[in-house]
């Protein structure tokens, strides 16, 4: 079955202790991407990965890094986490960026973070 | 800035009534315009996706329609029912999804 991975569902944390959460899909998409979901601020980007060895930045990636390093697997990694990056997290992925395409986004379940 | 919104914020209707969901967009110059759905503490699950050169898409008792020349999408749910209660949002696609902060439905039996 097409699908996104996400581990763990849940997790439940302390301040300053890293944490990385895993993402993994078998569709062999090139573009991959993180997600942070608020209420109230809905869905922001985190940062997104265009192809192996290839991130960047999305809209809020302060408190955050990622890595590359195979085409299926795109992780999540918090060296310090604090509180306010307790959230609803994203994974997702698509044959490509989506300008001009015709792909549609294929997202994981979700993973739910508290920070204390 | 490309900024995406659903009006309404939330709809209650009874079962089996028809009902509309919008989706509007600042920058009509968008790739694909794509609905979701979300039932609570859930995953996003993909409904529609409109191609820039579509301008409808049909699946089961939806119907996702998109106007870019006015900016906006619809979402058209025909014949509601329960288990259709949940988050919908839209999300256009360029580079990066931006979504909607989404239209919250119930649909009452």
């Known amino acids: 079955e097409a699908q996104v991975t996400q581990n763990p569902r849940y997790l439940i944390t302390v301040t300053g202790k890293k944490l990385t959460v895993t993402c993994s899909q078998n569709m062999n998409h090139e573009y991959m991407s993180w997600y942070r979901q608020d209420p109230g601020l809905g869905l922001r980007q985190i940062y997104y990965?265009?192809?192996?060895?290839?991130?960047d930045k999305g809209d809020v990636p302060e408190g955050y890094k990622v890595s590359r390093k195979e085409k299926r697997n795109f992780p999540l990694i918090l060296e310090s986490p604090s509180p306010n990056q307790t959230s609803l997290y994203f994974c997702a992925s698509s044959p490509d960026r989506g300008e001009g395409a015709n792909y549609g986004y294929t997202f994981g379940s979700g993973t739910r973070l508290t920070v204390v | 800035k490309q900024e995406v919104t659903q009006i309404p914020a939330a709809l209650s209707v009874p079962e089996g009534e028809n009902l509309v969901l919008n989706c509007s967009f600042t920058d009509s110059a968008i790739y694909n315009l794509q609905w979701f759905r979300q039932d609570p503490g859930k995953g996003l699950t993909s409904l529609l996706l409109i191609q820039s050169s579509q301008r409808e898409q049909t699946s089961g008792r939806l119907n996702a329609s998109l106007d870019k020349s006015s900016g906006r999408s619809t979402l058209y749910i025909a014949a509601s029912q329960p288990g259709d209660s949940a988050t919908y949002l839209c999300?256009?696609?360029?580079?990066?999804?931006?979504f909607g902060q989404g239209t919250e439905l119930s649909v009452k039996p």
């Open positions: 990965s265009m192809n192996v060895e290839v991130t």
């Open positions: 999300a256009h696609q360029g580079g990066k999804l931006i």
